[in-house]
């Protein structure tokens, strides 16, 4: 007689939201050490969040105080994914509402990537900053593809923000709407971005709308993880952060309002700072269990 072995708690949370119908919903194990990756990939997909992340013992060296420094991986319902803004957000709650508001310090597959959380009136709120990020240019025929894919004719675009790939801890293609109505109406062929996204190893499609000098609303397709769209994107929120900072189209200090989720009816909003002189982005939000 066999004796199956325990299953993990999984917590449920969500990120850059106080409500837990708002913000994106990520499953949070906060110890998956004796899951391997297939487990943990089972787990994802048995949620169906956008991702779900997983905690484990800190590698040597990492620094951080004990019991606040952990290693950690994110898995989609199709595949893992080295770095998730929300998922990181989520799990920092997690641990905050165990251990107390501070710092806390995760290695993640694209790098060291601190937290700091706070309570501010009773509520977590945590912001995380983003590895060494970096922006670079899409070819005509890739850009060309993805409109394609979107059903977006090019006049749609903004001129004022060219499209680029941008990464701060993940790849993302940035399109910038002329119009809130061309953001609203999103309808794309899932299997042809997926296959363009995989061929540009992208994680999601950032597109945005700017509202104002620092307001912008922003949607994610996230065909790659077998999600249709992303309800609230913290990956890709830090690297619009460092694509709107290295073409200059923001001041070097300054904090950017980003709104997501509203046309999913999970509305959630993500704070992006950026200081001059350090290169990094910081991307906070609140965050709250769900059930």
């Known amino acids: 007689m066999t004796t199956r072995a325990p299953q993990p708690e999984v917590l ?15 499953g949070v194990v906060l110890d998956a050490a004796d899951l391997d990756d297939s487990e943990m990939l089972a787990v994802a997909a048995e949620l169906g969040y956008s991702e779900s992340a997983f905690l484990s013992a800190p590698p040597e060296g990492l ?10 991986r994110y ?10 803004g929300h998922a990181t957000v989520a799990t ?3 641990l905050a509402e165990r251990v107390g508001p501070g710092e806390l310090v995760f290695a993640t597959r694209a790098g060291i990537v601190p937290v700091e959380v706070a309570d501010e009136g009773g509520a977590l709120r945590a912001t ?27 006049t749609d675009l903004d001129p004022a923000f060219p499209p680029r790939i941008a990464f701060a801890g993940a790849r993302h293609l940035v399109l910038a709407a002329a119009t809130r109505a061309r953001l609203a109406d999103l309808a794309y062929d899932f299997a042809r971005l997926e296959t363009l996204m ?6 999601t499609v950032q597109l945005v709308w700017r509202e104002s000098a620092t307001v912008f609303h922003v949607r994610d397709p996230f065909p790659v993880g077998g999600v249709v769209e992303d309800p609230a994107t913290g990956a890709a ?15 070097q200090d300054i904090v950017l309002t980003l709104h997501q989720g509203e046309d999913l009816g999970r509305p959630g909003e993500l704070t992006v700072t950026l200081r001059a002189g ?8 609140a965050g709250t269990r769900i059930g």
């Open 278 to 285: 350090d290169p990094r982005v910081r991307v906070g939000g």
């Open 237 to 251: 929120a830090a690297a619009f952060g460092a694509y709107v900072r290295e073409l200059g189209l923001v001041p």
């Open 12 to 26: 449920r949370y969500t990120a850059f939201s106080s409500d837990p119908d708002g913000g994106n919903p990520a």
């Open 92 to 94: 920092a709650v997690a």
């Open 75 to 84: 898995f989609s319902p199709r595949a893992e994914v080295p770095f998730c």
């Open 63 to 72: 620094g951080g105080q004990e019991g606040r420094a952990y290693s950690i």
């Open 128 to 154: 995380l900053t983003s590895v060494e990020p970096h922006i670079e240019e899409i070819t005509g025929a890739d850009l060309d593809e993805a409109l394609a894919a979107l059903g977006w004719p090019s």
């Open 198 to 203: 995989h061929q540009l190893d992208l994680t």
